[in-house]
């Protein structure tokens, strides 16, 4: 099998020795449910050519503003990763992770997000922290190898209701899962019912902070949704080195009901999502949605895929493009035409000049003030630390 083919038609059942007459009780999972397979489950509501099966589990709640939104928001989101990509190239920021290939898994999240939900990314969700109100400055200001002494995390995590990025991975998950249950806390004395959504990469279930996350979260009923990006890769790693068997099949072993979604399908990421904050604001527990998509570009700025993946791969899955299917299908219904088109390319343009601007925006860092929210109250040796620091400028 070549890893992560799309073809859900596929036939992956493979003889097994119960199949000859023996009786065998340990048929193993992937036998079945291929790990680089879509699931025959999986959810896919808006197909690769832009035509629309509505799902019976999952209807499609969306009006046709929305759906034009989601489209541009998308459009916005792959430029603002264009842009930092060749940000970090021009040497303007430390790193960038690109995003591109990954637009609808964000879209999706924000139009299924409630008014007091909290979101607790991975350090590649750019697009949707900027749609729930993270300055392009703040934003680019994570990347810029300097922090510019704005602390660890540039913008309010409150008001925007969008938290730190997590640089370790998966230590976002517990986080993530601790938040639900202040929720739960929350809830008990009289607060209005919320949910979290909490991304994180197929990579991040091979370690031991994602997975205790999800003991927490069943045992507890927290109410978390967990986004596990499929996007094929953990940097070099293929999910075939991680896991047998589909990913969203893993969660129901701790007792989390879990769905596969087609990640590239903007409609059916929105559908889903919708439910399963539903699902966890009323106090039914958590739920897990794997998200079946690609990561068109690098891990990160430092990465090179030709050395792991190849050009066919990546052919294939750009066939799959989210933003081109959902274009196609607004399109066919007559909801956008060429003009509006080609007002959104202008939009897109000032955008990306907008982008390239903010990165000036910061101030040069006081590297001491970095210092200054490791602990709510300083301890001594952070004090110690602070005033080292700050005779370095005065030596110089």
């Not at 895929?305 to 750009?318: F, K, S, V």
């Amino acid at each position: 099998m070549k890893h992560g083919t799309l073809d859900q038609e596929e036939d992956v059942t493979e003889t097994s020795s119960a199949d000859e007459g023996d009786p065998d009780p340990f048929v193993p999972p992937a036998t079945h449910h291929p790990v680089n397979r879509p699931d025959p489950a999986m959810v896919r509501i808006l197909d690769d050519q832009g035509r629309l099966t509505p799902h019976p589990d999952f209807p499609v709640e969306l009006s046709d503003e929305d759906l034009v939104k989601a489209l541009e928001m998308m459009v916005m989101v792959r430029r603002l990763d264009v842009e930092g990509t060749a940000l970090q190239r021009h040497g303007e920021l430390g790193l960038w992770p690109p995003h591109m290939g990954q637009e609808a898994t964000q879209a999706g999240a924000w139009l299924a997000l409630g008014d007091g939900d909290q979101v607790f990314p991975t350090y590649r969700e750019q697009g949707l922290a900027h749609a729930m109100g993270v300055s392009v400055a703040d934003i680019l200001d994570s990347w810029s190898g300097t922090w510019s002494g704005k602390a660890h995390c540039a913008w309010d995590t409150v008001a925007t209701h969008f938290s730190a990025y997590p640089v370790m991975i998966g230590s976002g998950t517990l986080h993530a899962v601790g938040y639900a249950m202040g929720i739960q806390r929350d809830v008990e004395s009289g607060s209005a019912r919320a949910a979290v959504l909490d991304f994180h990469g197929d990579g991040a279930m091979s370690e031991g902070d994602t997975n205790e996350a999800y003991v927490f979260a069943a045992s507890m009923n927290a109410p978390v949704v967990f986004v596990c990006v499929n996007n094929q890769w953990a940097i070099s790693e293929p999910t075939t080195v991680q896991s047998p068997t589909s990913l969203f099949r893993r969660a129901i072993g701790f007792g989390i009901p879990a769905v596969q979604v087609d990640g590239n399908d903007v409609v059916a990421m929105t559908a889903v999502l919708r439910a399963a904050l539903d699902h966890a604001r009323s106090g039914k527990g958590p739920v897990f949605v794997e998200a079946w998509t690609y990561r068109m570009g690098a891990h990160t700025t430092t990465d090179d895929p030709t050395r792991y993946r190849t050009a066919d791969e990546e052919a294939i899955w750009g066939k799959t493009d989210p933003i081109l299917r959902l274009q196609t299908y607004l399109q066919d219904r007559g909801d956008i035409d060429q003009g509006w088109l080609d007002g959104l390319a202008e939009r897109e343009e000032a955008f990306g000049a907008e982008v390239r601007a903010a990165v000036h925006e910061n101030p040069t860092p006081v590297m001491a003030e970095l210092m200054s929210d490791v602990y709510a109250e300083p301890t001594p040796d952070v004090l110690a630390d602070a005033e080292e620091i700050s005779s370095w400028g005065e030596d110089n």
